[in-house]
């Protein structure tokens, strides 16, 4: 295979397609989700037979358990991944809403209409799951998709993209409208990040890793995150009740997904009576807490040991584990500036009863999603009623936060006239 050829005949073929769908009406759409919901149901057996030799080379290749556990297809998996295209299907179509209409003292109306993005390209590590969401909010939303899965999926995505290839096709949509990267040479990827002539949009769904080497390579316009460095805040104002719930669930509901709380920031004079409660709930759950000295201090007078010193490298790390750094701080002003610090732009929220400090929070912590007395594991596409998620930006432009379809679209500005001219 000519990569280089390969690459640009995908690309090529995925503009043509991206027009045809930037007119393709709600229902039209509609019936191709649908259609490939059936299509689906009709090739469970041939899904679960080539994902059972992804999951065999898997093995063989000694990836544990949680990667082998992820790359699974199990028949729950799969019925959940119809159902979300169904779910897909459901909700509201953003394109061609038009928004913002005034008239002008000339008589031109002037307003802004939404409408796709046109070419997007996701790049993702071995969830096949994500070859069916990604191909549904892109096409809810009226783009062609050009799709490049981890290589261990590689036999899983391909057989689900015949399957979607079907289904488009038997709506009368292009099947080349979701295509797949059939291929595991790692070049596709820096191949497809620098496309700027096809590609309108990346998006990459990975590791660590993955975003540093796209961040550095990619030509074409990201929306992506790199860091969850996610805190809670406990005010001085802080009801104690909702600051134990709030975070327990914020570090303990799930360990390594990106909106996790990963340091606590405690004001002073409230972390004697919250603190050695908060602490015993984490250390009996076996988190492991990395402490600032002043929270030492506090800790150990209750009677808490089993503590590691915080360094700076502390402040600054996303740990996708059961470990917790902590620091105690003055007040508002100095949790704020932590936050701004240290913190990755995605998640922070705080824990008070005091509106102005809530509102001050709200306004001046520069993250995505900002959040008062609930856990930050909110942060989720679903969870903000987008219906469901391509990925979460922290970027400042175009998309921030949970990206659902209105972030797979864009603006832009529409004028309706009378004949008039500008004097």
Request: glycine content about 8%; some cysteine.
């Amino acid at each position: 295979m000519n990569l280089d050829h390969y690459m640009t005949d995908l690309g090529q073929r995925a503009r043509a397609a991206s027009r045809v769908m930037a007119r393709a009406t709600t229902a039209a759409k509609n019936n191709a989700l649908e259609t490939i919901a059936s299509v689906l149901e009709q090739d469970i057996a041939r899904l679960k037979e080539a994902n059972q030799r992804d999951c065999a080379l898997a093995q063989e290749k000694g990836l544990d358990a949680a990667f082998i556990d992820r790359l699974t297809l199990s028949d729950a998996a799969l019925r959940t991944m119809i159902a979300g295209l169904r779910q897909v299907l459901s909700l509201p179509d953003p394109v061609g809403e038009i928004s913002e209409l005034k008239s002008r003292p000339t008589g031109i109306q002037v307003g802004r209409m939404r409408v796709p993005l046109g070419v997007i390209g996701i790049i993702y590590e071995a969830r096949p799951n994500v070859t069916i969401d990604a191909a549904a909010l892109c096409l809810k939303a009226g783009n062609a998709v050009i799709l490049r899965g981890g290589s261990e999926a590689l036999q899983s995505n391909l057989a689900l993209a015949r399957s979607i290839s079907a289904g488009l096709a038997a709506a009368d949509l292009p099947a080349d409208a979701v295509q797949l990267v059939a291929t595991a040479d790692r070049a596709a990827v820096g191949k497809l990040a620098t496309m700027t002539e096809y590609i309108d949009v990346l998006v990459p769904r990975g590791g660590k890793g993955l975003i540093e080497r796209l961040m550095r390579e990619a030509r074409v316009p990201m929306i992506k995150h790199l860091d969850g460095v996610c805190h809670v805040y406990i005010d001085n104002a802080a009801d104690l009740s909702k600051a134990l719930r709030v975070c327990d669930n914020a570090k303990t509901q799930r360990y390594g997904t990106c909106n996790t709380m990963e340091t606590l920031l405690v004001a002073a004079s409230i972390a004697p009576q919250i603190l050695p409660p908060l602490c015993r709930l984490y250390q009996d759950k076996a988190v492991a807490l990395r402490v600032c000295a002043r929270s030492r201090a506090v800790l150990e007078q209750a009677g808490i040991g089993s503590l590691t010193d915080a360094t700076e490298a502390d402040w600054r790390a996303e740990y996708l584990a059961p470990i917790l750094a902590i620091r105690m701080v003055d007040d508002l002003d100095a949790a704020i500036d932590h936050i701004n610090t240290y913190g990755s732009a995605h998640t922070d929220a705080i824990v008070t009863e005091h509106y102005d400090h809530a509102q001050r929070f709200l306004r001046e912590v520069d993250s995505a999603s900002v959040i008062v007395n609930a856990s930050t594991r909110f942060a989720d596409g679903f969870e903000y009623g987008l219906g469901a998620e391509i990925g979460i930006s922290n970027d400042k432009l175009h998309a921030r936060g949970p990206v659902g379809l209105e972030g797979l679209t864009s603006l832009k500005y529409i004028v309706l006239g009378h004949g008039e001219g500008r004097g």
